[in-house]
T-cell receptor, first 116, second 114 residues
Framework: GAGVSQSPRYKVAKRGQDVALRCDPI?????LFWYQQALGQGPEFLTY????????KSGLPSDRFFAERPEGSVSTLKIQRTQQEDSAVYLC??????????????FGNGTRLTVT | GENVEQHPSTLSVQEGDSAVIKCTYS??????FPWYKQELGKRPQLIID?????GEKKDQRIAVTLNKTAKHFSLHITETQPEDSAVYFC?????????????FGTGTKLQVIP
């Protein structure tokens, strides 16, 4: 079956531009996570959706970052007025977790964002 | 919040030797500990996981141990092969507010020398 799909695979943006990153989770997965991975670092949590509800956005670094999942499936991470420090790989992950049971995250290949 | 420390940051072993990666966590509420392997330019992929009600788990050449009292867990790879070369991430997961919160370590770059 299809895994988690992210697009674009690579994005180059000039400083100040807005970008939108897309994530298609595994069909039926309730939980969707966005992570930011800087070079040589582990994934850092950005935000979490349970179906269409954004239950945790505590990891978003600034109000320039916005995420949505309006129909409980596809999610978009938007970054406004990009800055050089936004350069990173943005990973999306989904899981079948519901409630209090922890289950593995299934990651997409990520979007490598480079801000010039 | 949860804090996960991982070491070493880099590890080189000869093919056929064993490799051990260690992680510590801070929050006793964490109860699920997955390990991910990430090859260059690819997605992190789950290789093994362990829950807090288990002390050890094995899957062929890979094993994970968990010491809840000391809040540390380790990944053991035996008979290493060149294709084991990758970055390995540990993670600690807990249920908070009715959903899963996962915190990752900073990664260990494993190089297996043929």
């Amino acid at each position: 079956g299809a895994g988690v799909s992210q697009s674009p695979r690579y994005k180059v943006a000039k400083r100040g531009q807005d970008v939108a990153l897309r994530c298609d989770p595994i069909s039926g997965h309730v939980s969707l996570f966005w992570y930011q991975q800087a070079l040589g670092q582990g994934p850092e949590f950005l935000t979490y959706f349970q179906n269409e509800a954004q239950l945790d956005k505590s990891g978003l670094p600034s109000d320039r970052f916005f995420a949505e999942r309006p129909e409980g499936s596809v999610s978009t991470l938007k970054i406004q007025r990009t800055q050089q420090e936004d350069s990173a790989v943005y990973l999306c992950a989904s899981s079948s977790t519901q409630g209090f049971y922890n289950s593995p995250l299934h990651f997409g290949n990520g979007t490598r964002l480079t801000v010039t | 919040g949860e804090n996960v420390e991982q070491h070493p940051s880099t590890l080189s072993v000869q093919e056929g030797d064993s490799a051990v990666i260690k992680c510590t966590y801070s929050d006793s509420a964490s109860n699920y500990f997955p390990w991910y392997k990430q090859e260059l330019g690819k997605r992190p992929q789950l290789i093994i996981d362990i829950r807090s009600n288990v002390g050890e788990k094995k899957d062929q050449r890979i094993a994970v141990t968990l010491n809840k009292t000391a809040k540390h867990f380790s990944l053991h790879i035996t008979e290493t092969q060149p294709e084991d070369s990758a970055v390995y991430f540990c993670a600690a997961s807990m249920s908070s507010g009715g959903y899963q919160k996962v915190t990752f370590g900073t990664g260990t770059k494993l190089q297996v020398i043929p």
